[in-house]
């Protein structure tokens, strides 16, 4: 999700603040992250003025809301939204919105029109034969990968 959510920021004319471990901060910039901090050794709430949206794919909901700006939006792209989460943000005067992947069509149009332009470049950490399902889950759930996992039929 993330290497995609840096290319569609910065096609929509977005300054983007990526937030990696030290390892991944070529390949953020190779996306178009025009700042790239290291989590593990920042405090990102210290160490950016508040933005006008965060994107959190973290669970780190309260942390994030101090790094948004009053007024600005928190997004969490988490399969559950947590209601109380969302009370906090609200209450600090922060919007927060829950999103997750549907199909929709005009979206996906716009997103393969982007592809094609060249403005936004898929990358592929590694690709599976569809018998090796398991091996392909698994490296997913190590929290390691860069880009997207392929099956092949």
Do not use: C, N, W
Request: no cysteine; hydrophobic share 50%.
């Amino acid at each position: 999700m993330g290497h995609f959510a840096v290319q569609i920021a910065k096609a929509r004319g977005a300054l983007v603040t990526a937030l990696a471990s030290a390892a991944r901060h070529d390949f953020l910039r190779g996306l178009g992250a025009d700042e790239v901090i290291d989590y593990r050794t920042t405090d990102f709430t210290e160490a950016v003025e508040p933005v006008d949206i965060l994107l959190d794919s973290t669970a780190q909901s309260d942390l994030s809301v101090a790094a948004v700006r009053p007024g600005g939006v928190l997004i969490s792209i988490l399969e559950h939204h947590d209601t109380q989460v969302a009370a906090r943000v609200e209450a600090a005067g922060r919007r927060f919105a829950g999103v997750s992947v549907e199909p929709d069509r005009a979206a996906l149009e716009a997103i393969a029109e982007l592809v094609d332009a060249g403005r936004i470049r898929p990358h592929v950490e590694e690709t599976f034969p569809l018998a090796e399902v398991a091996k392909a889950h698994e490296l997913v759930g190590s929290g390691r990968v860069q880009g997207k996992i392929v099956l092949t039929v």
